[in-house]
């Protein structure tokens, strides 16, 4: 294989894996490496379970079926942007600082119900993870929707190069990976970067007209906008209900009211479907399979689920948090008709020097919410939650040790917290 390009190996094989335990027959694997980690060294494991063949970077594992480079994840990131200049689907990319998934997802589904639709898969939408989108793309996909995240300036501007998005969405600004950003300033100027690419371009963007931030992006890096009010020329106006756990609403489009509900918890998730919404009827989907797709779409993997146990109703949303998230979810929980309710929050991670400020901000919330029960976990509201007489816990364990001998009854449990706090262990006791 050493004779020929990675592209043409690419082409001959099955799709691209950079897991040997995961290979399938005649894949092309990928040797990629990280802190802990030397991809190179699974090669010939790879290759003998199946892989057409190795891209590594290192010349001490090569042999006949791998192809040496001077760096793997370059080169995968380098075939990404070739192949992705000969999809010929439209590409919309969507970052932000929360709900990018979620929108990311309820526009996938919008969408499909016109056109062949391809859209990352989990919670790949990293420098890796996108170009892995890109060329899982099948040949015959009409749209191909990407998220993209970013923890350090720069990156969304590289992740743009690669995937070369036609529109571009940012769901929200807020404080989210300050460690890397440095400042809220810095996550403005990272968020922007999409912006930048689609102005240069000649782009499209779609915007939250109601978000003052963004509107203000959009008037300084943007030439061509829609708002998510008049996708068609025609207002569109949705009003949802804040009270009910799952989020429903009317909307009214052409003059015409219709009602719709769905599967998703909070008020927060508004937005999320407007955007949805908007890009779908903004592409000539029909408004009736506007509504069926949101309607039936169900959230996955702890974004805004409602899961009812034998004994209680959880709000399962710990895949991750930021102080904008775990706030937002808190308001929309604190507006539930439910009167018996309960918190279970985990510290937000990589907030960097605003870490205590805001984890202060968010028990404060709690409490002004009138939201009496909240048990808490991680060493940072340990350290804080029993100033304003809540539970503390060091870490999910010993939070699912206490709540076992409770015996918690008929409540309505607001899961939230970073995904390194592994909240949904105290799920199983719930």
Known sequence: MKE?????????????????????????????????????????????????????????????????????????????????????????????????????????????????????????????????????CPADAEVLVVEMGASQQGEIGRLCSIAKPHIGIITNIGIAHIEGFGSFEGVKKAKSELYEYIRKTGGLVFYNEEDSLLTELVYKHVVKAVPF?????????????????????????????????????????????????????????????????????????????????????????????????????????????????ICVIGDMLELGSSTEEEHHRILRLIADCGIKRCYTVGPVFMALAPLYGFEAYDNSDQLVEVLSKKQIRGMTILIKGSRGMRLEKTYDVL
């Open 229 to 341: 009010s008049d996708p068609t020329g025609t207002d569109l106006t949705t009003l949802s209900k804040p009270d009910e756990l799952h989020l429903s609403g009317k909307i009214i489009f052409h003059e015409k009211e219709y009602e719709f509900r769905t599967n998703l918890f909070g008020s927060h998730n508004h937005n999320n479907i407007r955007a949805a919404m908007a890009i779908g009827l903004f592409h000539d989907v029909k408004i009736e399979d506007v509504l069926d797709a949101i309607e039936k779409y169900s959230p996955a993997n702890n974004r805004s689920q409602v899961v009812k146990t034998e004994f209680n109703t959880l709000i399962c949303d710990s895949y991750n948090a930021n102080p904008v998230s775990m706030a937002n979810a808190i308001t929309s929980f604190s507006k539930l008709s439910d009167k018996e309710k």
């Open 4 to 136: 020929i390009t990675v592209y043409e190996a690419f082409k001959r094989s099955s799709g691209i894996s950079t897991d040997s335990r995961n290979v399938k027959p005649d894949q092309l694997f990928f040797a990629l490496s990280g802190p802990n980690f030397d991809g190179n060294r699974f090669a010939a494991e790879a290759i003998a379970a199946g892989a057409i063949g190795a891209v590594i970077d290192d010349q001490q594992y090569e042999t006949e079926n791998t192809i040496l480079v001077d760096d793997s994840l370059k080169e995968l990131q380098m075939l990404a942007s070739k192949i992705r200049d000969e999809i010929k689907a439209k590409v919309i990319a969507i970052t932000g600082s929360n709900g990018k998934t979620t929108t990311r997802e309820l526009i996938s589904a919008v969408l499909n119900k016109k056109y062949r639709t391809c859209s990352t898969n989990g919670n790949l939408n990293n420098h890796i993870g996108v170009p892995l989108t890109i060329l899982s």
